[in-house]
């Protein structure tokens, strides 16, 4: 066998084992939670204080963080962080409007992970005050905004097309730090497959490649 050939064969062999480690991560965690009471449920009320965030999107061994917010505390923050960026495959975000840097810093990462990521968005709130849909965009990500007059005003994220993050949470950041808000977490298929289907629905009424519907 050539030098090359065996090389070949390393990197594959490399590539399976990383592959079947993450899985085995995943079957793991999977495990973990069905043993700890079923499918994951969570309630995440806000607003929620600020605190560093680095180490959810930085490996670990990248030494200890300089900011000056208070780092270690868990906070319903970091939790819906953490939701999003469990995603492996899928996030389709539903929302009605957009403009925390943080949240869609974590799109971001997704979207450069490999995650299939789609936004659909309420029409007259896709370029208020720091608005995150130009840098959606920029990066390539998939984002189509309603047409009807009234407002399209969901706020619901499914990761995977397994977890459901719904709620009274705007992705803004007076939403995070200062309002009264909720976002109710769950993979129970008797409530994530009809927002998988209202999900649908909406991204393909709002294809702007759709030849607009014909009147009776
Ligand atoms: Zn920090």
Request: one cysteine or more; charged letters at 20%.
């Amino acid at each position: 066998m050539s030098v090359s050939h065996t090389v070949k064969l390393l990197g594959l062999g490399v590539v399976v084992a990383t592959l079947s480690l993450e899985g085995l991560l995943w079957l793991y965690q999977r495990l973990r939670q069905w043993s700890c009471g079923g499918p994951l449920k969570e309630v995440l009320f806000f607003p929620a204080s600020m605190t560093c965030v680095e180490h959810l999107f930085c490996p670990p061994g990248d030494g200890p963080c300089p900011c000056p917010l208070p780092h270690g505390p868990e906070t319903s923050f970091t939790r819906l962080l953490r939701h999003l960026l469990s995603a492996r495959a899928t996030l389709d975000l539903c929302l009605f409007s957009f403009s925390s840097q943080e949240l869609s810093r974590a799109v971001l990462h997704m979207h450069r992970r490999r995650v299939a990521v789609r936004v659909v968005i309420d029409k007259d709130y896709l370029d208020i005050n720091g608005s995150q849909v130009g840098r959606l965009l920029k990066a390539g990500i998939s984002v189509r905004h309603d047409t009807g007059s009234y407002f399209m005003h969901h706020k619901f994220a499914l990761v995977d097309g397994r977890l459901l993050l719904t709620g009274s949470l705007n992705w803004t950041m007076t939403a995070v730090q200062g309002n009264r808000e909720n976002v109710l977490v769950t993979e129970d298929p008797a409530f994530v497959k009809p927002f998988l289907r209202e999900f649908e629905e909406l991204w393909t009424a709002n294809d702007p490649a759709a030849p607009a519907p014909t009147l009776a």
